[in-house]
């Protein structure tokens, strides 16, 4: 089992920047690939950024690459997102996940989700 916290959301000015983290509790947090997705109201959630176990392959999303930084420091159990540079269409819940099954970008192979937090850009 997996236990993940997100924080760091907030209210930010576009073109302005965010670092959200996410604690994970539970099984050995070197041992699976962490991810994050995010969900605009009326919208699917959808793939931003993943990290392998170790930290030295990371995946984006189109829209965010150049942008967001996707890193994780195993010994704190966390993850993190910076976030630069944002846009209103950035404007989400932003939500970790842990232990993909199979392909990093699909959300339905994660196993483990956090709470989510709540990111706005004002134009």
């Known amino acids: 089992q997996v236990q993940l916290v997100e924080s760091g959301g907030g209210l930010v000015q576009a073109g302005g920047s965010l670092r959200l983290s996410c604690a994970a509790s539970g099984r050995t947090f070197s041992t699976y690939a962490m991810g994050w997705f995010r969900q605009a109201p009326g919208k699917e959630r959808e793939f931003v950024a993943a990290?392998?176990?170790?930290?030295?392959?990371?995946y984006y999303a189109d829209s965010v690459k150049g942008r967001f930084t996707i890193s994780r420091d195993n010994p704190k159990n966390t993850v993190y997102l910076q976030m630069n540079s944002l846009k209103p269409e950035d404007t989400a819940v932003y939500y970790c996940?842990?232990?993909?099954?199979?392909?990093?970008?699909?959300?339905?192979?994660?196993?483990?989700w956090g709470q989510g937090t709540q990111v706005t850009v004002s134009s």
């Open positions: 990290i392998s176990w170790s930290g030295g392959s990371t």
């Open positions: 996940a842990a232990d993909p099954r199979s392909s990093y970008y699909v959300r339905a192979n994660y196993i483990y």
